[in-house]
């Protein structure tokens, strides 16, 4: 078993290309590099881990504040902003005038109302029933974003219906436009599994059995089911009695995968034996007859120990980030599980075109992760499976680093990588910052546009593109 131990009190997750920054602005962007595609139209968000104040204890990159940077593009304009998630916990905070709250490196009180951690909101965005929601990796409140200006404008409680929280990356179904969602805690109930409806409904939730707590960063859903995971790294269940709180990967511990119906419940719940390891984020699954395929970056040891200390692999603290891409194919006859490796790379922080979810699809873009200590992206790979996982890949100039790419479908398109992809990249040694715009069908190449951002975008964690259809939907509280 491998446990996490770091002592490190000042992370490298607090400078260079990580350095919070504190200035909130809006400002025009100019053209350095093409031309802005006049069939992309809507506001590209991302969210990321920004500390208002200097960390109480030991830092973890996943314990700072919420902030967005998100940029408004139409009309020939590119507008960018950036501003804080508005918390309770920000709030509390900025009343003292210090961070009151220690992260998840430092044990924690597991007494505290509304947990042991400060809800941050600062790691995924998904748009909804109308709403930009900026959502938490442990599982908290759902924050509503409004845009352009990225006001926060409050908590999403579904009508009072909403008893738990609401994890990072939940899944819309773009048929339906059901939004599939999660909780997991490490206090009973586990895991709790939903859907809220179309039109923001809270529509089912269900408590799944499992034996302790887990870490469930992601799930995927096809046209009729819904895949939980029950991975191989966990909370350590011999701490926990002791009272304490810690990480543990337990490789003689096979990785289940829970396939349930959309609307089941733990009663309906198959699961699968796979391999020991860990997964951040997964990719797509759909239905091949009576198969579920499931794509996404697997990690076969996520902590780093002597035996891997030298690897050219970022690491946050103690966890490791060596992913490669992988395939998982569930038998729902026989309750077999076959699994191979697509690709030896290591990327990680997947995206795909979002219409296709739940669908067969062809194509994802992952982020190319650099050979060093702290996770950073030389560039993007597209990969297509329909010709064996062929990869084009397009690689940022030297010193520069860039974030999660989303895919932004053109104006009026409907093939699966008819758009764009578009991220933040910035030079690590003078902070200078640029929107990247690529051609999804040709990332290798050029940059479509490139635009100067006016204050420096420190990296950060997922995005989200609202394209003009749904920013015309949007509603308030």
Request: some cysteine; glycine content about 10%; aromatic content about 10%.
């Amino acid at each position: 078993m491998s446990t996490l131990t770091s002592r490190d009190v000042r992370s490298p997750y607090l400078s260079g290309s990580y350095e919070p920054v504190q200035t909130e602005i809006t400002a025009d962007l100019d053209v350095v590099a093409g031309a802005l595609p006049d069939d992309l139209v809507g506001c590209f968000v991302r969210n990321s881990s920004n500390p208002r104040f200097e960390p109480e204890g030991r830092y973890h990159w996943f314990d700072g504040d919420g902030m967005l940077h998100g940029v408004h593009l139409g009309n020939g304009m590119a507008t960018y902003r950036n501003a804080y998630v508005r918390t309770a916990g920000l709030a509390a905070d900025e009343a003292a005038g210090r961070c009151l709250t220690t992260g998840i490196l430092e044990q924690p009180d597991l007494t505290r109302p509304g947990g042991p951690w400060k809800d941050t909101a600062n790691t995924d965005l998904v748009f909804h029933a109308g709403q930009l929601l900026a959502v938490w990796w442990l599982g908290g409140d759902p924050h509503v974003i409004r845009l352009p200006d990225l006001e926060t404008l409050g908590i999403q409680t579904y009508g009072g219906k909403r008893t738990v929280g609401l994890s990072a990356h939940p899944k819309v179904d773009p048929v339906t436009g059901e939004m599939i969602w999660f909780d997991y805690s490490p206090l009973p109930p586990y895991l709790t599994y939903g859907v809220i409806s179309a039109d923001g409904e809270l529509a089912h939730q269900a408590d799944i059995t499992l034996d302790g707590p887990r870490l469930q960063h992601d799930i995927a859903i096809t046209e009729r089911y819904s895949v939980l995971m029950d991975m191989s790294m966990m909370w350590d269940p011999e701490a926990l009695a002791a009272g304490r709180v810690r990480l543990g990967f337990f490789p003689d511990k096979p990785t289940r995968f829970g396939i349930i119906p959309r609307f089941g419940t733990d009663a309906d719940v198959a699961w699968f034996d796979a391999s020991a390891m860990f997964m951040y984020h997964t990719v797509n699954a759909w239905e091949e007859g009576d198969e579920i395929v499931l794509v996404g970056c697997r990690i076969d040891q996520p902590f780093a120990d002597a035996t891997n200390a030298e690897d050219p692999v970022p690491t946050i603290a103690s966890l490791r980030l060596a992913p490669n891409f992988w395939e998982w194919r569930f038998d729902l006859r026989t309750g077999t599980t076959r699994e191979r490796p697509l690709d030896d790379t290591m990327t990680e922080f997947p995206r795909m075109d979002n219409r296709q979810l739940g669908r067969p699809s062809r194509y994802s873009y992952h982020q190319v992760c650099a050979p060093q200590p702290t996770l950073q992206f030389t560039g993007v790979t597209k990969y297509d499976y329909a010709d064996g996982c062929a990869a084009q890949t397009h690689r940022y100039p030297d010193g520069w680093f860039g974030g999660e790419t989303v895919f932004a479908p053109r104006s009026g398109s409907a093939a699966e990588d008819d758009g764009y992809l578009v991220t933040f990249v910035a030079e690590e040694a003078s902070g200078a910052s640029e929107l990247y715009i690529l051609d999804a069908q040709r990332p290798a190449d050029e940059p479509v546009c490139r635009l100067a951002v006016p204050q420096r975008v420190p990296t950060g964690y997922h995005t989200w593109w609202v394209d003009e259809a749904d920013l015309a939907t949007q509603r308030g509280l």
